[in-house]
Every structure is written in structure tokens, then in C-alpha cells.
């Protein structure tokens, strides 16, 4: 590989997975998945209000029709993934382990487009307008997060934002949705990073990329003059790709303790988030499909599958051919921050970045021993935190302590539980401690 | 799960799949690797030891590692813990090298058993093993034995370079009686005993004071020479700490393997040569030079093996850092003016048992840390 | 002789003279004034320091009382007598309900639970709950994780094959364990009302037979056995009304088919596998 | 004689704080040093307190054994000495200082009148204090060595002090084994913080 022509920054600190599983379907390009019979839309898929069903069982739907629409600000709309039969609002495995409200379509093998919303001009319209398409069309963060788009575009005034940052850092391992899409769709990225930059009102919008995707940065650089987005090239480190080392990577700004990107001046983007915006601004689509990595050692054909949002993840295993023998672990999201399921009923989300399988022997069970004081969740932690020692804390039920020592500025990125050689599930824990902190923090108030 | 008849797939089955929290991959690093590696930093020395001191150094290291061993496996066995449990991650196994390493090669098996007593049940297994230590069980061990056996803790005998030739350099480290008129008489010697370079030291300036006659007497020790001979490993001591050759190379495999943290090596080598070296420059008759200071004694196995233990040192850079600096200082200062030679095994101690204090006052600011920010979050 | 002695003596009248002065003039200009009460307090109040009256400790719950903002009956541990005791110090009225005793409304043991998953990571409910809903298929149901039985401060839960048992004999009615359990399971009730519901789910019977061998299905036959008003009925659940609880002879007369309608000593034995109820 | 007043001075001080510490090496004031140790806060407010109570009592006490006890009174042609009234004295001066000192501490600084609880009434029985004042009257040190001598003395008191309670604190976090709990462990660390400042020994 030939050395690259841009700088290349980085976040301090932060682990190195050394085999990231990304060669599994680093190379298979962006595949269509065909129309299923059935899909099952989950209702509350985005950060903050559920939105309001506006469809009835029984009726008739064309694809890209609105089945719900946003109940607040922060909330946003669903759209049916394709043409068919409203079944029913009915409780179906949710992500989260416990059932969630969906909506189940049965498919009519049409696959009809209904009516969208006019193209629009992106460099004459305003920014409102852009913000209102963006919310009409259900974009959300395809990142992992499903925070409306609209919401983090449209940051307080009294906060002047000067910088987009389109998120292509991809750190979680195995994935690889991201790479192809900038690789296959530059252009798209671009014009969405472009749109969202106008939307937001910037003046500068950076693309940045891990430099691991060197294929994909070249693409993006080669076309980045027209749309006047720049492009900057990431250390590979894990998590390079989170919002706030993210922020400190590309712009040297460290996001306030408690604070929002836009505190610093900042939004972020996803890469999938670009592209679905800009289908919705010069196409008028919502978004009612992403891209996937469907990935793992056990699974016969990992790739990268453009799955329209409800299909179950049994059936998008069997695009990828099923697996060649038990895996231990399904894994919605990365193998880092993804969450671990129980039913292969789940449907796909407008988040769900990766399906993942792991091999039993990967996941064996592990028993925690006790912490040796090694240091290397310390020197991981990218939120320099004391992981160690709040875990020991926590476990001696000692919340008040973790408290004081921020255990709330953790960022669950499982760095810490990653590198540490005692197996010690010091994310958990830390999950735990927050539940707990919140819990008495809410009694205070009453 | 799978109505569909027509595609012949095999699929997961729900009901196996394990349910557990992020991360769902883990670094390959796991203690037992961790404390196989420092072993294998530690044969070097061992080495080492060997070479210099004989069988006898492999029997007490046989002696001491057979009784951590043997004993971590008693106290499991009566605390109801799984006896192989605690053994099979190779700490006793570091625990038990590195207490050999801090004796003497003269040591019978008796004193190893009690250091090995101390070093792992008063060390390390009442704090409830592994990691809960607050003090370096080796260092506990050494410094309890040092206490109540202050004879048998302080018999040197000869590395094997002293004996081969009695060049000028080595004659200084003979006690009585004096070896080359023993065999010029034609009698039978059955062991032979020595002072180490800092007893040495220490006996010339309680002899003859802080005055220029001890610093005409510390040249005789401390010279090119005798610095070389030094940091190869000829002379008395532990059989682990003589030689810095030995312990440069497993300490430059630590360093490599990233099982310590550079921190404490360099700071404590540096405090140490700096501070000796300015008392040496103000008053020359206290003290010899830094270089004697850096190459006797246990110092360079302290700065690489016995400071670095991951569970008694300071877990952040930064503290390390500090824990170094106040090493030096604290071994410096009991070298040159306490009643003990040695001051490396009972620093060591006292900056364990600040740690806790260390980390304290340089606990590391979170990302993004604002002290406003922060009040207003704790409302 | 006798001069050393009066040297002696003038020597320490002296001496404490000065001193007492002292004291007593610190006394005239700093002296803070102290309720008596709250060392008489204290004395009678357990020291446990159980925080089960909601404060931080005996001393804090004693300053409490003292200031009127808690009454004596408030100490879950105290005595019947104690509590008067207190009363009578503070001269206020007792104040206190009958006494309670914690009862976790699950049967979900491992044996009875179905769909349960593997799990790997922190033994503690809250913790097992956030992983995809824990490992056993109700997500209502006790995690037996043991986060009560850990904040108990009297020992009194105990985990029998995955699930929280309370013992009766142990619990003081703290409290402590109805917080800490993430699924809520966890209620006080009269010390008096021996029958209980062994099911929280509010779900429709189907998903929760999918789940569970030992749910209550909302069949009824125990409101209808029982007196009017002593079941509450609410959606697919039956519960107990802890205002008005039925007698233990109700589980002859209902015959639950679920036998999720236990006394909380057969609840334990059923638990134990000595199979008091299946025979009903 | 300028080197002989350093030395003496480094004897009164370093001496003092390290090499005879109160409690690692002369075992006085065990009490409050286990009882008050589980918090670093407390442990630091106790030092406080330990250092102002055993400065000023020691100045007292000197001033009363160096003015009062050790001199000889001549009555009617009998030499009188008073030094068997020491033990007596020191006690009574020691118990009515902290009585004062409780008071004010009530007054200005409630929180640590109530961290310091039962403690602080018993630096009245503290044998460090007692034994300070002894020390300083069997050493024959004149009164300002004498204060000196407690003031550091009991800055020696107060490093132990929270030396231990850092120490405790971590402890708590571990997995002591259940007979070793609590006390048993504390011991024990202290023994080895003991063995530690062995090391010290003679350092003057």
C-alpha cells in the first residue's frame, strides 16, 4: 500500500484489537438483499420519543409510506420498507432482550413506490428546509445511537457550531458497512456531507476515515474537491470513532465533561447517515434501507447486504448462507459495543450496523479473577478514567465513591474490558454503577 | 426457527447462544501468560545466579519456589479455595523466584520455608491473594527475614569470579579469616564468606566517619575497575542482584513485552544516581559515587522486578513516576545514613504503603475534565 | 515529710483550680447546647445502622426524631418496646403499622423458569438485566442474581435454585431489598398474611406459560374461593389485597392450577423440591 | 557546637517522626491509630487534632515540669521535690485540655467533632500524649526542645495515621478472607508498615 497524502491524526490512548475480523468481508462488495414476504418494522428504533403509528392493521402500504410519524422533536418517522399489507402492531423480540412494539408488514412482491416528496435543490434551499426533509425522511445516526438527525443538526443557538464531522472511522472490529458504502457510493457521501454541512450551517466538513479503509480514502479524496469536503485520516485505534475522541482526533477540542459536541463547535455524522440524506434531499427517500456487514468466522458467506429495515436477522443469515457450524454469539452492532441477543427474530434497525456471529470457542466462558493492578484499562481508557479501580469499587458496592471518581463520564467502550487480562466485565460493572448512581440521584429529586 | 422447508441452511439456534455483555472479544493477554512472561524476563538473572554462585543458587531457588508453591496450595486447601486454582496462574511461581532472588546463596532450606511463609501467606494470601496485596510479598519476606535472621540474611559467599583470582579489587570483600593465608597454611576451607560492595561502604564510613580517609577508602571499591566487575555480577550479595547485566537484559524484555511501566526503572535509577550523586559531589567522604550506588546492592533488581510488581505500584504514569522518585530518594537515604546497608527492600515497603496516598493526589483528569462542569454535575 | 505533703497539695489545688477555670470559662463562650434526648435516644435504637428507617444510621435517624421529622415507629428493627421506649422520650404518639416481613413474588426457580440463556458476566441483578433482559425468559420474573439477599443487612434472603427466598424468621421488614431489585419484585406485607401470589408478570397467560411452568394464568378460581375483595384482579393478574388478606385454607379451596398461589412457608418447600403443592 | 545543635536538632525531628515513630516503633497511641484509621478524612482530622493536642499539652507540661515539679523547693532546710506528682499532673492538665478542646472543636467544626466521635475524648487516655509529656521529662529537654520534640512526634503519629487509613481504604476494596477481616487485617498491615519503618533505624 502506498503511503498516504494526508494527515493522520488521533485520540490519545485506546486499545488496538491486533485481528479485527475485517478481512472477512473487507472485499465483498454492496449486495441487494431481495424482497422477503414478511418484515417486521420495530416502532421505537431512535433515541428519545417513540413515534406515533398512523396505520392500521388491515391496510394497504405502499413503499416509503409513512407508518408512524414523529411524536416530538426528538423523535423520528418510520417508513414502510416495502409495498404490501399492514399485519399488524404486534410484540416481537426487540434488540434489548425484551419485546418491543412492531409493526409487521406482509409483502406484496410489488415493491411500490409510493409517493415521495419532491427532489430538492440542495444549494438553493435553506437550511430549515433541509432539517425538515431530513426529519420527514426518518434519518436517524446509522452509527449505532438512532439519534434523530434533525435534532443534532439543529444545535442551541447560543452555541455556534463551526464544524461537520462526517464519522467513516469505522473502529469497531469486524465491520466493514461503512468501508464499502464510502467505496462504492463516494460520491453519495459526499453530496451528503455536503447537504449536512449546508444543513448545519458550517463552513468546514471533514470525512474521516481510519487508515485501514486507504482504498476508500482515495476514492473520497479524488472527489472531495468538488463538494468542498475535506477529508483526514485516522490512526487505526479503537474507539477512534467515538463521538468525543472522535472530535479531539480531527479538530484537537475535547468535548466538556457532561458536555455535547456542540459545546466545542462540532457535529458528527455517520457515513450511512450522509448517504441516506442524500437520497432524501435529491431523491426524496426515506429511509427505509441500510447497508449491513453480516459477519463472523462461523457464517458461510460474510458480506456487506443493503437490508431494507424489519428484515429478521434469521433471514439475513441465510443471505449469507448460514453458518458453517453453532456459533456461540449473535451480536447486533460491533463486537465491542453491540449487544448480545437471544432470538434470531430480531429484524434490522436503522442502527444495526453489523450482524455478527461469534465462534463458541471465541466467547468460551470466562471467569473473572481478581484485578492484578496491570494498568491496561488505564492506559486504554480513552475517557481517562480509572477502570480498575472503579470496578473494584463497584464491586464492593461502593457507588458514591465511583461517582466521585466520573464513573458517569464513561463512554462504555469496552477498551477497558478488552485489554484486561483478569477478564474482569469492568463495562458491566460500570453500566451497573450508573443504573444505580441514576437511581439515587432520581430519589434525591423527589 | 426456520419454517422455511425449502433452504436447506443451518442456522443458529437461539437457545444456545450465550448472553453477555460488551465487549464480546477480549485481548489474548490473559495473568497466566502475563506471569509467564515475566518469568521467562527473570531467567536471565536466574541465570545469572547460576553462573555466578553455582548449584547452590539453583538450590534455593528450587527451595523457595517448591515452598511458595507447597504453601499457596496449604492455604487453599484450608480456605476452601480450589488447591490448583491460584497456582496454575504463575504468580506464586514469580513470587516465589523473586524471593530467591533476594537471598543469599548460602541460604538453608529453613530460612527459605519462612521467607516463603511470610512472601505468601502474610504477604500476599491474608489480604485474600492475588492482587489484594498492598505490600510486594517478596519484599515483605525479605524485609521480615532481614529483621528476625539479620545473621543468616547477611552471609554472602563469593561469586566465582572472586574466587578465581584475588585480583586487588575482590581482596576488599573478604571477611576474616583471611583466604589466601588459610591456604598458604594448607588448611581446608569449607565455605567462605564475603561483604558486599555496600556493607563495605557502609562499615568504612562507621569506621572511619564522613573524613577524607573514607573517601580514599571508597576509591579502593568504587573505581572502573571494580564498576565493571560489578556490573557484571562479581560480587557478594543476593543471587539475583549482583549481576546488572543480567538484570538490564530481563529488564529490556520487560520493557519490550510492556509488562512494567518504563516509569519506575527510569525515574528510580535517575532519582537514585542524582541524589547520591550530589551528596557525593558536596560531601565526598559520605558517600561513594552514583555509579557504585547504581551497580551494588539490590537497586537494578528492584528497579525492574521487585518496584514494577503490578499490584503494589501506583496503577497511573503519572504516579509511577512519583512512587520512583520517592524510592530513590527513600533507598538513598537509608543507604547513606541509616543503620542498615541496604535500603532498596524496606523503601520498597514504605512506598507500598503510600501508594494508596499516590494515587490520590495524582489520580488523572478525565477527558474533557472541567472543575465547573463537574460541581454542577454533582448537584 | 509533712511539708512535701503540703507542697504537694497546694501544688495540685493549684493546678486544678487553673484548669477547672479554664474549662469553665471555654464552657461560658463555645459551649454548643445538646439535646440530652439524643444520647438517651440512642442508646435504646438498635445500632445497626441498617438505614432501613431511610436515614443515614442510628445517630442520624436519633437527630431526626429529635427534630420531628421522623416518627419512632420509622425503625423497622426496633422492638415493640423499644419503639414505646422511644416514644415515650420523644412523648409523642407510636405511630407504627403491624409489623411487615419482605416477599418476593416470583416462583420462577431454575426448574420452573423455561427459556433461560446462558450468561456469562457480574453476578448481580441490575447488572443481568441489562444484558438482553437477563437469562431467564420472563422478563418480570426474579433474576436470582442475589442483589437482595446482598443488601439484606439480617441475612434474611436467601437464593434457592435461582431464585430469592425470603425467610421469614430473619426478615425485620427493612425494606432494604425493595429497592435494590431491578424488576420490583420485592414487596413488605403484614407479618400476618401468610398466602401469596408467586407472579408478577403482567403479561397475557400464553406468553407467560411460553415462559414459565408455574405462572399465574389469571384463571381466578382464587378470588372466587376466597371472601369478596381479598384478590385484586388487575388485567391477566391476580393479586393479593395486603389490606384484606385471605387465610391460608384459601390454597386448599382454590386449588391453583399454576400453584402460584402458595403460603410463603410452602412457597419454600416447593421451592426446596418437597413438592407440598404439586399433590393440590 | 553548631554541628552538635543540628544534630541534636535532626534527633529531635527525623527521630521523632521516623525512626522512633509513636506508633510503628514505640507503640503508643495504638487506639485511635486502629479506631480512626477506616476513613482518610477522619485520619486526617484526628492528626490535626493529635498535633495541636500533644504540642500544647507537652508545652504545658514541660512548662509545669521544668517550672514546678523538677525543681527543688527548700522548706524549712528540707530539699522538695515534686516529680512523683508528674504521672498525676499530666493527666489532669492533658484531660481538661481536651475537654476544651472538644468544646471548641463543637463549636467550629461540627462535621469533624462527629467524624472524630468517641475518639476524641479519648486522646484523654491517649498514651501518646501521656507518654510525650513523660518522655519529655525523663529526657531532661528544656521546654522548647520538649515542644518541638512533640510537634513532631506527633507528626509522626499523624503520617502513620494516614499512611494506614490510605492503606484501609484499599483494603476495604479487597477480598480479605473472613477470618482476617476488620481488625485482624488492620493489624496485620500495621505489623508490616512496622517492619517497613525498621528501615529507618538509625538514621541518627
Not at chain 1, 152 to 173: F, Q, R, T, W, Y
Not at chain 2, 70 to 94: I, N, R, Y
Not at chain 4, 115 to 120: R, S
Request: with cysteine.
Amino acid at each position: 500500500m502506498k503511503p498516504l497524502k494526508i494527515k493522520i491524526v488521533s485520540f490519545k490512548k485506546g486499545v488496538h484489537p491486533r485481528d479485527d475480523g475485517k478481512s472477512l468481508s473487507r472485499s465483498s462488495a454492496i449486495r441487494t438483499a431481495p424482497l422477503l414476504e414478511r418484515y417486521q418494522v420495530i416502532v421505537g428504533q431512535n433515541i428519545g420519543l417513540p413515534p406515533r403509528v398512523v396505520v392500521k392493521a388491515g391496510e394497504e402500504v405502499k413503499k416509503g409510506q409513512l407508518l408512524a410519524e414523529p411524536s416530538g422533536f426528538v423523535s423520528a418517522a418510520l417508513h414502510s420498507p416495502t409495498s404490501g399489507k399492514i399485519e399488524g402492531i404486534i410484540d416481537i423480540p426487540g434488540p434489548m432482550g425484551i419485546p418491543a412494539e412492531a409493526i409487521s408488514i406482509l409483502a406484496d412482491g410489488k415493491d411500490e413506490w409510493g409517493e415521495l416528496p419532491p427532489p430538492l435543490d440542495w444549494q438553493t434551499v435553506s437550511g430549515e428546509t433541509l432539517k425538515a426533509r431530513i426529519q420527514e425522511c426518518g434519518i436517524v445516526g446509522m452509527g449505532g445511537a438512532a439519534f434523530p438527525s434533525h435534532v443534532k443538526l439543529s444545535p442551541p443557538p447560543e452555541k455556534k457550531v463551526d464544524c461537520m464531522i462526517i464519522n467513516g472511522a469505522e473502529c469497531e472490529p469486524y465491520l466493514t458497512a461503512d468501508h464499502r458504502v464510502m467505496l462504492e457510493e463516494t460520491e453519495k457521501v459526499l453530496l451528503g456531507a455536503a447537504i449536512l454541512g449546508k444543513a448545519a450551517g458550517v463552513k468546514n466538513t471533514v470525512v474521516a476515515i481510519e487508515v485501514n479503509k486507504a482504498d476508500a480514502i482515495e476514492a473520497l479524496l479524488a472527489r472531495s474537491g468538488e463538494y468542498r469536503v475535506g477529508v483526514v485520516g485516522m490512526k487505526v485505534q479503537y474507539p477512534q470513532g467515538a463521538e468525543k475522541q472522535l472530535i479531539y482526533a480531527v479538530t484537537g477540542r475535547k468535548v466538556p465533561t457532561g458536555g455535547l459536541p456542540a459545546d466545542v463547535g462540532c457535529i458528527v455524522q455517520n457515513v450511512g447517515t450522509a448517504v441516506a440524506v442524500a437520497d432524501a434531499v435529491t431523491g426524496g427517500v426515506p429511509l427505509i434501507e441500510r447497508v449491513t456487514t453480516i459477519t463472523g468466522e462461523p457464517v458461510v458467506t460474510p458480506g456487506n447486504w443493503r437490508l431494507k429495515v424489519g428484515t429478521p436477522v434469521v433471514e439475513a443469515l441465510k443471505l449469507a448462507g448460514g453458518v458453517k457450524r453453532d456459533p456461540g454469539k449473535l451480536i447486533l452492532g460491533g463486537p465491542m459495543m453491540g449487544f448480545a441477543q437471544r432470538s434470531t427474530d430480531v429484524p434490522v434497525m436503522k442502527n444495526t450496523s453489523g450482524i455478527l456471529l461469534l465462534d463458541k470457542a471465541a466467547i468460551s466462558q470466562y471467569q473473572a479473577s481478581p484485578c492484578i493492578r496491570c494498568g491496561r484499562c488505564v492506559d486504554g481508557c480513552a475517557m481517562q478514567l480509572l477502570p480498575s479501580p472503579l470496578s473494584c469499587m463497584i464491586e464492593a458496592d461502593r457507588f458514591q465513591d465511583a461517582y466521585e471518581n466520573n464513573v458517569m463520564d464513561c463512554i462504555e467502550c469496552g477498551s477497558c474490558s478488552f485489554a484486561c487480562p483478569a477478564r474482569r466485565p469492568i463495562v458491566q460493572q460500570i453500566r451497573r454503577a450508573k443504573a444505580e448512581i441514576r437511581n439515587s440521584l432520581n430519589h434525591k429529586k423527589k | 426457527m426456520t419454517q422455511d422447508s425449502k433452504v436447506q441452511l443451518m442456522l443458529p439456534k437461539g437457545e444456545e447462544l450465550l448472553l453477555s455483555p460488551s465487549p464480546h472479544i477480549h485481548d489474548k493477554e490473559s495473568i497466566q501468560s502475563i506471569m509467564l512472561k515475566v518469568v521467562l524476563a527473570m531467567l536471565p538473572v536466574v541465570a545469572a545466579g547460576v553462573y555466578f554462585f553455582g548449584l547452590d543458587a539453583l538450590r534455593v531457588i528450587g527451595w523457595c519456589v517448591f515452598f511458595c508453591v507447597g504453601l499457596e496450595m496449604v492455604w487453599c486447601f484450608f480456605a476452601g479455595k480450589p488447591v490448583l486454582g491460584t497456582v496454575k496462574d504463575g504468580s506464586t511461581l514469580v513470587t516465589g523466584i523473586l524471593l530467591a532472588l533476594n537471598l543469599s546463596a548460602a541460604t538453608s532450606w529453613w530460612v527459605c520455608l519462612l521467607g516463603g511463609i511470610l512472601a505468601i501467606w502474610l504477604g500476599k494470601q491474608v489480604f485474600g491473594g492475588l492482587g489484594q496485596n498492598p505490600f510486594n510479598p517478596a519484599a515483605v519476606a525479605r524485609v521480615g527475614l532481614l529483621i528476625a535472621l539479620p545473621r543468616e540474611l547477611t552471609t554472602w559467599v563469593p561469586a566465582r569470579g572472586m574466587t578465581a583470582d584475588l585480583n586487588s579489587y575482590s581482596k576488599a570483600f573478604y571477611t576474616t579469616p583471611d583466604f589466601t593465608r588459610l591456604q598458604e597454611a594448607g588448611q581446608v576451607v569449607d565455605g567462605m564468606t564475603c561483604a558486599t560492595p555496600l556493607s563495605l561502604a557502609q562499615t568504612t564510613t562507621k569506621v572511619l566517619g564522613h573524613g577524607e580517609q573514607a573517601a580514599y577508602n571508597f576509591a579502593e571499591i568504587a573505581n572502573p575497575e571494580a564498576y565493571w566487575q560489578y556490573f557484571l555480577g562479581n560480587m557478594g550479595g543476593c543471587l539475583g542482584e549482583t549481576s546488572a547485566l543480567a538484570i538490564l537484559a530481563g529488564g529490556v524484555m520487560l520493557l519490550a513485552m510492556k509488562l512494567i511501566r518504563w516509569q519506575i526503572p527510569v525515574f528510580y535509577i535517575g532519582t537514585v544516581a542524582l541524589f547520591s550523586g550530589l551528596v557525593n559531589l558536596l560531601w565526598p567522604g559520605v558517600t561513594p559515587p552514583p555509579l557504585f550506588h547504581l551497580l551494588t546492592g539490590g537497586l537494578m533488581l528492584a528497579a525492574f522486578f521487585m518496584a514494577t510488581d503490578m499490584v503494589t505500584s501506583p496503577i497511573t504514569p503519572k504516579g509511577a513516576a512519583i512512587f520512583a522518585v520517592m524510592l530513590g530518594i527513600m533507598t538513598c537515604v537509608i543507604r547513606i545514613w541509616g543503620g542498615f546497608p541496604e535500603g532498596v527492600s524496606f523503601s520498597i515497603l514504605l512506598m507500598n504503603a503510600l501508594v494508596p496516598l499516590i494515587e490520590k493526589i495524582a489520580a488523572i483528569k478525565p477527558f474533557g475534565f472541567r472543575k465547573a462542569a463537574a460541581v454542577k454535575g454533582g448537584a | 515529710m509533712g511539708s512535701t505533703i503540703f507542697l504537694s497539695a497546694v501544688v495540685l489545688i493549684g493546678i486544678g483550680l487553673i484548669l477547672g477555670a479554664a474549662i469553665g470559662v471555654v464552657y461560658k463562650f463555645f459551649e454548643v447546647p445538646v439535646d440530652p434526648r439524643v444520647e438517651l435516644l440512642l442508646e435504646l435504637l438498635p445500632g445497626v445502622n441498617c438505614g432501613g428507617c431511610g436515614r443515614a444510621g442510628c445517630a442520624d435517624f436519633a437527630r431526626a426524631l429529635i427534630g420531628g421529622e421522623a416518627a419512632p415507629a420509622k425503625c423497622p428493627v426496633a422492638s415493640q418496646e423499644v419503639v414505646a421506649q422511644l416514644a415515650q422520650v420523644l412523648g409523642v404518639e407510636i405511630g407504627r403499622a403491624a409489623k411487615q416481613v419482605a416477599v418476593i413474588l416470583c416462583g420462577g426457580d431454575l426448574t420452573h423458569a423455561k427459556g433461560q440463556m446462558l450468561y456469562n458476566g457480574v453476578d448481580d441483578c441490575i447488572s443481568a438485566s441489562q444484558v438482553a433482559g437477563g437469562p431467564k425468559g420472563c422478563r418480570y420474573g426474579c433474576l436470582g442474581m442475589g442483589s437482595c439477599a446482598r443488601a439484606c443487612p439480617f441475612e434474611a434472603i436467601g437464593i434457592v435454585n435461582g431464585l430469592a427466598v425470603v425467610h421469614n424468621e430473619y426478615c425485620v421488614g427493612c425494606g432494604k431489598c425493595v429497592d435494590v431489585c431491578p424488576r420490583g419484585l420485592v414487596k413488605l406485607v403484614p407479618v400476618d398474611a401468610k398466602v401469596h401470589i408467586y407472579c408478577k408478570s403482567p403479561e397475557k397467560a400464553p406468553a407467560k406459560m411460553k415462559v414459565c411452568d408455574i405462572p399465574c394464568i389469571g384463571c381466578r378460581k382464587c378470588v372466587k374461593a376466597a371472601d369478596e375483595g381479598q384478590f385484586t384482579v388487575n388485567g391477566f393478574l391476580v393479586e393479593v389485597n395486603y389490606g384484606d388478606y385471605p387465610r391460608p385454607d384459601v390454597i386448599e379451596k382454590a386449588k391453583c392450577p399454576k400453584n402460584c398461589l402458595q403460603t410463603c412457608r410452602g412457597h419454600e418447600e416447593f421451592e426446596y423440591g418437597k413438592s407440598i403443592g404439586e399433590s393440590a | 557546637m553548631a554541628q552538635e545543635s543540628l544534630v541534636n536538632l535532626l534527633e529531635l525531628t527525623v527521630g521523632a517522626m521516623l525512626v522512633y515513630n509513636f506508633v510503628l516503633a514505640r507503640f503508643l497511641g495504638i487506639c485511635p491509630f486502629l479506631g480512626v484509621s477506616k476513613k482518610l478524612d477522619t485520619a486526617l482530622g484526628m492528626s490535626a487534632a493529635v498535633v495541636f493536642v500533644m504540642t500544647l499539652a507537652s508545652l504545658l507540661t514541660a512548662l509545669i515540669d521544668v517550672y514546678l515539679l523538677s525543681r527543688s523547693f527548700v522548706i524549712g532546710g528540707v530539699d522538695i521535690r515534686l516529680n512523683f506528682l508528674q504521672t498525676l499532673v499530666f493527666i489532669a492538665v492533658i484531660a481538661a485540655l481536651v475537654q476544651m478542646l472538644e468544646v471548641l472543636l463543637q463549636k467550629f467544626s461540627p462535621a469533624l467533632y462527629r467524624a472524630l466521635g468517641i475518639y476524641l475524648p479519648l486522646i484523654t487516655t491517649n498514651c501518646a500524649v501521656l507518654g510525650v509529656a513523660t518522655l519529655n521529662a525523663g529526657s531532661g529537654r528544656n521546654v522548647w526542645e520538649s515542644v518541638v520534640f512533640a510537634f513532631f512526634s506527633s507528626l509522626g503519629f499523624g503520617l502513620a495515621l494516614v499512611i494506614f487509613s490510605s492503606l484501609r481504604e484499599r483494603l476495604e476494596l479487597s477480598a480479605v478472607p473472613r477470618p482476617f477481616q476488620g481488625m485482624a487485617i488492620a493489624l496485620i498491615t500495621a505489623g508490616i508498615l512496622a517492619m517497613a519503618f525498621v528501615g529507618f533505624s538509625g538514621l541518627c
